[in-house]
């Protein structure tokens, strides 16, 4: 089994900025595709960016230029610098990992999520 556990999240003054972890353990063969969703209440959860094992990156356009995705892939984690956020970034914010673990094929997993509040 496969778990992903995310930290980082909290309440931060618009204009601030967070670091989101995610780091994945269990019996992993290989780690593929990471990324970052979000899901605002009342609203369904969206893409905010993705990284490949190579480090190619995506992201929202809601994000460009203010968020930042990196991997450290000998440690299995994902992470996600966030600056001048807005409070329309306010949202749980949820790790994704597509992994392989032997002998079944690769699968995506999610993390529990964390919480991010931007408020004055």
């Known amino acids: 089994q496969v778990q992903l556990v995310e930290s980082g999240g909290g309440l931060v003054q618009p204009g601030g900025s967070l670091t989101l972890s995610c780091a994945a353990s269990g019996s992993i063969f290989s780690i593929y595709g990471m990324g970052w969703y979000r899901q605002a209440p009342g609203k369904q959860r969206e893409l905010v960016a993705t990284i490949t094992r190579g480090g190619t990156t995506n992201y929202a356009d809601s994000v460009k230029g203010r968020f930042t995705i990196s991997r450290d892939n000998t440690k299995n984690t994902v992470y996600l610098q966030m600056l001048s956020l807005k409070p329309e970034d306010t949202a749980v914010y949820y790790c994704?990992?597509?992994?392989?673990?032997?002998?079944?094929?690769?699968?995506?997993?999610w993390g529990q999520g964390t919480q991010v509040t931007v408020s004055s």
């Open positions: 994704n990992a597509d992994v392989r673990t032997l002998p079944f094929p690769t699968r995506a997993y």
